[in-house]
Nanobody, 126 residues
C-alpha cells in the first residue's frame, strides 16, 4: 500500500511561488499516475494536475496552465508541483494521490486515484 506525504505548503503573497513535494513510501511511484488536487474552504475538491506513469502525458486544469508544473524524481520517489504566479484563488489544501492504472487523463478523473496524502495548506494573500 502506497503511503503519500505532502509538504511545502505555506503562506505567500499574490504573485509568489511555492513548490509542493509528495513523498511516496511502500511502493515505487513510477508504477503509478500521480495527481495533485486541491480543496478550497466550502468548495469541492478540484483536480489540478497529473503525470502519467510513463515519461509522457501531463494534464493541468485550465486555471493553472502556464503557471504550475508537475514533475517527479524517481530516485527520490517524489512528485512535485511547482506553483508560480500564485493567485488568491489558488488557496486551499493540496493533496497528492496515486492511480495504479498509470495514465493521466485529460480532463483528470479524480475517481481513479485511490491513495491520498493528508494534504498541505497553501494560502495566497492579495
Amino acid at each position: 500500500q502506497m503511503h503519500l506525504v505532502e509538504s511545502g505548503g505555506g503562506s505567500v503573497q499574490s504573485g509568489g511561488s511555492l513548490r509542493l513535494s509528495c513523498t511516496a513510501s511502500g511502493a515505487m511511484l513510477d508504477r503509478y499516475a500521480m495527481g495533485w488536487f486541491r480543496q478550497a474552504p466550502g468548495k469541492e475538491r478540484e483536480a489540478v494536475s497529473c503525470l502519467s506513469r510513463w515519461d509522457g502525458p501531463t494534464s493541468y486544469v485550465e486555471s493553472v496552465k502556464g503557471r504550475f508544473i508537475i514533475s517527479k524524481d524517481i530516485a527520490k520517489n517524489e512528485v512535485y508541483l511547482q506553483m508560480n504566479s500564485l493567485k488568491p484563488g489558488d488557496t486551499g489544501v493540496y493533496y497528492c494521490a496515486s492511480d495504479s492504472l498509470g495514465r493521466c487523463d485529460d480532463p483528470i478523473r479524480s475517481t481513479k486515484y485511490t491513495n491520498w496524502g493528508q494534504g498541505t495548506q497553501v494560502t495566497v494573500s492579495s
